[in-house]
């Protein structure tokens, strides 16, 4: 097959976010059988890696975007509608067999594609705007949320619609899309993750004491996570174990969270990090404290195949669908989750279970093979092969 990957983010070797990542594999796999030409926004500290995504396309398009640097929704919404009608001057101009949109908002300004089409949507975008909405707090906020989340739903089920399917990252995504319009063909299908099944779970570099949060902090999401756990959960874990140690691991940390490590010497926020494996080995548990987002959490399934024990909550695992108490645990009240952390931290024997069943079920429903076989048999279905 000759497929045209249109993406928003370039992708490379250790790009420091989740959606990057996840590209990146997307691209590596397929280009082992298939013909890969990809078209990618990209910014201009990103340039250096174009030769490093390079050997992996039979044809490359970039689009240079500079953020702006009070991250302008306008501005960034324009860049999309670019992306979109590069898209469609390709998709007229060239021959290939497939295209496969990553990112809901890519597939914006592109038209209905006359060869088969796959939108992977990493996030359903109007389930955050939801959960705004559902925690709005008097008249004005719950009005302005209410709109918002509105005009969201209209926009992903206007895009959704040009597909013929919609990948997403878990059983409740595929629902809600559903909802929007019963003629929106999703399918569970996520993306090869990169996971790591070699690690020694009782590595000899384990620190004692150690959480671990990662994720691109850039991300609102993350940041919200961040501030909440730091705010009304460490402090409840330090009531009974003081000297317990945070590793904060992400790229671009704004001001509020590198003040978090000034102000207390057990927080270490380290800034950008080439591979997160060395934080996943020697940190005792890992912390997943997310109050929105949607999808797959990547770093939750990266802890867990490393053989770190994970506490999140119930957002966090929603599109990886764990068993709490036996692959990780699920808490959503502060106190509730301070409470397993303190479990894990306690008691060796634990974390080694909940070590080796969160690795088990990754392996299991995670594992690139299996995921990335499932995707080449949809593409095949679409063909008509």
């Not at 330090?238 to 003040?259: M, S």
């Not at 494996?277 to 912390?287: I, M």
């Not at 909940?354 to 299991?364: C, D």
Request: charged share 30%; proline share 6%.
């Amino acid at each position: 097959m000759k497929i045209l990957i249109v993406t928003p983010f370039l992708p490379y070797p250790g790009v420091p976010h989740a959606g990057g990542m996840l590209v990146f594999e997307s691209v590596k796999r397929l280009s082992e059988r298939h013909e890969v030409c990809l078209l990618s926004r990209v910014e201009p500290f990103e340039e250096k890696h174009i030769e490093d995504i390079r050997p992996f396309c039979k044809e490359l398009y970039l689009y240079t975007f500079k953020t702006p640097p009070s991250r302008n929704p306008f501005s960034i919404i324009f860049s999309y509608i670019i992306l979109g009608l590069k898209a469609n001057r390709l998709l007229k101009e060239k021959g290939f067999d497939l295209v496969q949109a990553e990112f809901t908002e890519t597939g914006f300004a592109m038209r209905r594609p006359r060869i088969p089409s796959v939108l992977v949507a990493h996030d359903v975008i109007s389930k955050p705007a939801k959960r705004r909405l559902d925690a709005s707090k008097g008249l004005r906020e719950k009005f302005f949320n209410s709109l918002k989340f509105r005009a969201i739903r209209l926009v992903e089920s206007f895009i959704s619609r040009k597909f013929d399917r919609v990948l997403v990252m878990s059983g409740i995504d595929r629902d809600i899309l559903v909802s929007l319009d019963r003629s929106i063909r999703a399918e569970v299908s996520p993306h090869p993750l990169q996971l790591d099944f070699e690690s020694d779970i009782e590595s000899a570099g384990r620190e004692t004491g150690t959480l671990l949060f990662a994720g691109a902090m850039h991300r609102d999401v993350n940041i919200e996570a961040v501030l909440h756990f730091c705010g009304r959960i460490l402090p409840l874990i330090r009531e009974k174990c003081p000297d317990v140690k945070l590793y904060i691991a992400g790229n671009n940390p704004p001001e509020a969270v590198r003040r978090l490590a000034e102000s207390d010497r057990n927080i270490v926020v380290t800034g950008f990090v080439n591979d997160l494996r060395g934080y996943f080995l020697k940190s005792t548990v890992f912390v997943s404290p997310l109050l929105t987002g949607g999808g797959i959490i990547v770093k939750n399934l990266q802890a867990m195949s490393c053989g770190l024990p994970v506490v999140t909550t119930s957002i966090g695992n929603e599109g990886i669908e764990a068993v709490s108490g036996r692959d990780l645990f699920v808490a959503d009240a502060p106190e509730d989750f301070a409470d397993k952390v303190l479990m894990l931290l306690r008691d060796p024997g634990l974390r080694r279970e909940i070590s080796l069943n969160g690795r088990g079920f990754a392996r299991e429903r995670f594992s690139d093979d299996r995921l990335f076989e499932g995707r080449i048999k949809l593409y095949e279905q679409l063909l008509g092969r």
